[in-house]
T-cell receptor, first 112, second 114 residues
Framework: DAKTTQPNSMESNEEEPVHLPCNHS???????IHWYRQLPSQGPEYVIH???SNVNNRMASLAIAEDRKSSTLILHRATLRDAAVYYC?????????????FGKGTKLSVIP | ETGVTQTPRHLVMGMTNKKSLKCEQH?????MYWYKQSAKKPLELMFV???????ENNSVPSRFSPECPNSSHLFLHLHTLQPEDSALYLC?????????????FGQGTRLTVV
């Protein structure tokens, strides 16, 4: 599995954009990049995933570097509800395999 | 509400007890998973089921015994646990085993072993 590096913690002001970085320099060409988040006292929640090009959904945007060794999760306007631990997870996409391996993630605090 | 329901939400058990955790999904998913989340540690994948067959067992002690009677239900049977097994146990499901689909997690069972 590709190893990831994320900041332990980040802070954002409410209603400001947030850019959460992730380095995954050992990623292979077929690994998808997944982002999940875990709110306090809840199970993880899917945020977004992508392979090569940038991706958008109603929750966030995912910007993937051209060399795929890093990615950035973008929350366009942070709300208090976005305070959570965010996990960046590159995972092997070969047939018959499931490796969704969580690291320590980035704890995001949102300041009112 | 993710569509994955875990019961009970909280459980306290003695080291000599036998208990079971239940997970249920009606999302039509074919793959189900058990994860363990200990305090201050990342989530650890314990078991993976695909179409009711176990496909992965990540060196989990035999005091944890999974069961998948059908594609909608997953159990984790617990017996003679240790205090260090106290943790949040999370169930998840996904459409299929391949990791390009999103996984849905339950809210977990907070287990305390006394």
């Amino acid at each position: 599995d590709a190893k990831t590096t994320q900041p332990n913690s980040m802070e954002s002001n409410e209603e400001e954009p947030v850019h959460l970085p992730c380095n995954h320099s050992t990623i292979s060409g077929t690994d998808y990049i997944h982002w999940y988040r875990q709110l306090p006292s809840q199970g993880p929640e899917y945020v977004i995933h992508g392979l090569t090009s940038n991706v958008n959904n109603r929750m966030a945007s995912l910007a993937i570097a051209e060399d795929r060794k890093s990615s950035t999760l973008i929350l366009h306007r942070a709300t208090l509800r976005d305070a959570a631990v965010y996990y960046c997870i590159p995972s092997y996409s070969g047939a018959g395999s499931y490796q969704l391996t969580f690291g320590k993630g980035t704890k995001l605090s949102v300041i009112p | 509400e993710t569509g994955v329901t875990q019961t009970p939400r909280h459980l306290v058990m003695g080291m000599t007890n036998k208990k079971s955790l239940k997970c249920e999904q009606h999302l039509g998913h074919n793959a189900m998973y058990w994860y363990k989340q200990s305090a201050k540690k990342p989530l650890e994948l314990m078991f993976v089921y695909s179409l009711e067959e176990r496909v992965e067992n990540n060196s989990v002690p035999s005091r944890f015994s999974p069961e998948c009677p059908n594609s909608s239900h997953l159990f984790l049977h617990l017996h003679t646990l240790q205090p260090e097994d106290s943790a949040l146990y999370l169930c998840a499901s996904s459409q299929d085993l391949f990791d390009r689909t999103e996984a849905f997690f339950g809210q977990g069972t907070r287990l305390t072993v006394v």
